[in-house]
């Protein structure tokens, strides 16, 4: 059995494959990624003939024969550019694999095995040869991961203990750092600090995801583990169960940014939610819109506007339709901008309730329910503070959490909706 590509055995080639690992056992070929002519480190798609069981995204239709390109430097074609690592899994291919390059193809075969979605990246189109991958940390590596992570965001000296506890290509999402870790209920993603975090980050974010639960929304599951205390102050790692598997399968993803470009739709809330309406199941897409809805106005009102559009992701179930994943990367990100990532309405992407109701044909709502859904999310938001507190988050770090969730821009929104 062949155990994969190794970094330091690399050698750079122009053409790669794309497989589809839905059932892992049994990977089938998707098609043909090759580095552009035209564009300089840009990779191009060309689907394999015997593959018709459904198209990538919406702009990587079943057209035998076609090349698709985005055109881009940097970037590869429809749902494929979902296949790369985040931030996180760049900086670790580009410090700790070393590749003898660094195009757009190694950075789709480096992301390895494992990666978010059910694509994966070979060497072969007659078997499924992927970047090797190790076996993964366990609970009782996480004080030397933790080490070895911090190690890295310094660009301290490569040792074989980073080599082994930290590898790429994990999540849709940005740059803090992350891994997976071995539970006994299956591989997790673990997240953790940045260093110059200036809360306990990934306790916030557990406290601000099991909030959002209780305002019915949808996110993932999360958790907590101490590790080594940093300046005197205690720290932890956050846990995320994740929610593209299912069983011993996997799920094939979009992030919104995909789905959107895909649709030539603008990079909007609005604008995901007629992409809910036009790939969701027809008795789920209500649902799902509203969903969207508050989950639009939970971030407004806790401060998180890095709600960008990798933030957001579909999955394709089974049933061959696609819903919104669970929310994930859900976290008050201090800065009190006013504005959001994504656009909210009207006036563009000002946080503000009243711009979240200037949209509401594109999510299928009446204003009466839409005021009854901002309603229910401000009754959960006016306990962060208990809730936080019950959670563990420290004195400090609620001082710098009420500067922005209770300032007065935000507050004075919450009333007008009690």
């Known amino acids: 059995m062949n155990t994969g590509v190794l970094p330091s055995r690399y050698v750079p080639q122009d053409t790669l494959f794309l497989w589809m690992l839905v059932n892992p056992e049994y990977p089938t070929l998707v098609g043909e990624l090759r580095l552009s002519q035209l564009v300089a480190d840009c990779a191009t798609f060309t689907y ?10 919406e702009d990587l239709p079943l057209v035998p024969g076609q090349t698709f390109t ?5 970037s590869a074609p429809g749902a494929i550019d979902d296949a790369r690592p985040d931030r996180w899994g760049e900086r670790i291919i580009r410090y700790i694999d070393r590749p003898a390059r660094l195009s757009i193809l190694e950075m789709l075969l480096f992301a390895g095995d494992d990666r978010f979605g059910a694509l994966g990246v070979s060497v072969s189109a007659e078997q499924y040869i992927p970047r090797h991958l190790g076996p993964y940390p366990q609970l009782r590596d996480l004080a030397q991961l933790s080490a070895a992570v911090e190690d890295l965001q310094i660009q301290a000296p490569v040792t074989a203990e980073m080599q082994r506890l930290i590898q790429p290509g994990v999540t849709l999402g940005g740059a803090r750092p992350k891994a997976l870790l071995q539970t006994d209920a299956g591989a997790s993603v673990i997240k953790f600090s940045e260093l110059d975090d200036a809360v306990d980050t990934p306790l916030v974010e ?3 995801m099991t909030l959002a639960a209780y305002a019915g ?3 993932a599951t999360t958790g907590v583990l101490p590790v080594l205390a940093r300046h005197g102050k ?3 790692a956050l846990t995320i169960e994740r ?4 069983g011993g399968y996997r799920l094939h993803c979009l992030s919104a940014r995909t789905a959107l470009r895909a649709a030539r739709l603008p990079e909007s809330y609005s604008a995901l939610a007629t992409v809910l309406l036009r790939l969701g199941h027809p008795d789920r897409q209500g649902a799902m819109r509203e969903e969207l809805f508050k989950r639009m106005v939970f971030n407004i009102l806790m401060d998180n506007t890095d709600d960008h559009e990798r933030n957001h992701s579909l999955r394709l179930g089974l049933d061959g339709y696609y819903e919104l994943t669970p929310a994930y990367d859900v976290v008050p990100t201090l800065q009190n901008l006013g ?9 563009g992407a000002v946080s503000s309730l009243d711009n979240a109701l200037t949209e509401l044909s594109e999510f299928g709502i009446r204003r009466a329910r839409a005021i009854e859904l901002i309603r229910q999310v401000v009754r959960v938001v006016d306990g962060w503070p208990e809730h936080f507190r019950q959670h563990g988050v420290v004195r400090t770090d609620m001082e710098l959490l009420h500067a922005s969730i209770d300032r007065e821009a935000l507050l004075s929104q ?5």
């Open 217 to 219: 929304i949808v996110v």
């Open 414 to 418: 919450r009333k007008a909706f009690r």
């Open 70 to 74: 985005a055109g881009e430097r940097g």
């Open 243 to 246: 929610f593209d598997r299912l």
């Open 234 to 236: 205690a720290r932890h």
């Open 339 to 347: 504005y959001q990532a994504l656009s909210v309405g009207a006036a």
């Open 206 to 208: 557990h406290a601000t």
């Open 48 to 57: 394999e003939a015997l593959w018709w069981n459904f198209p990538l995204s």
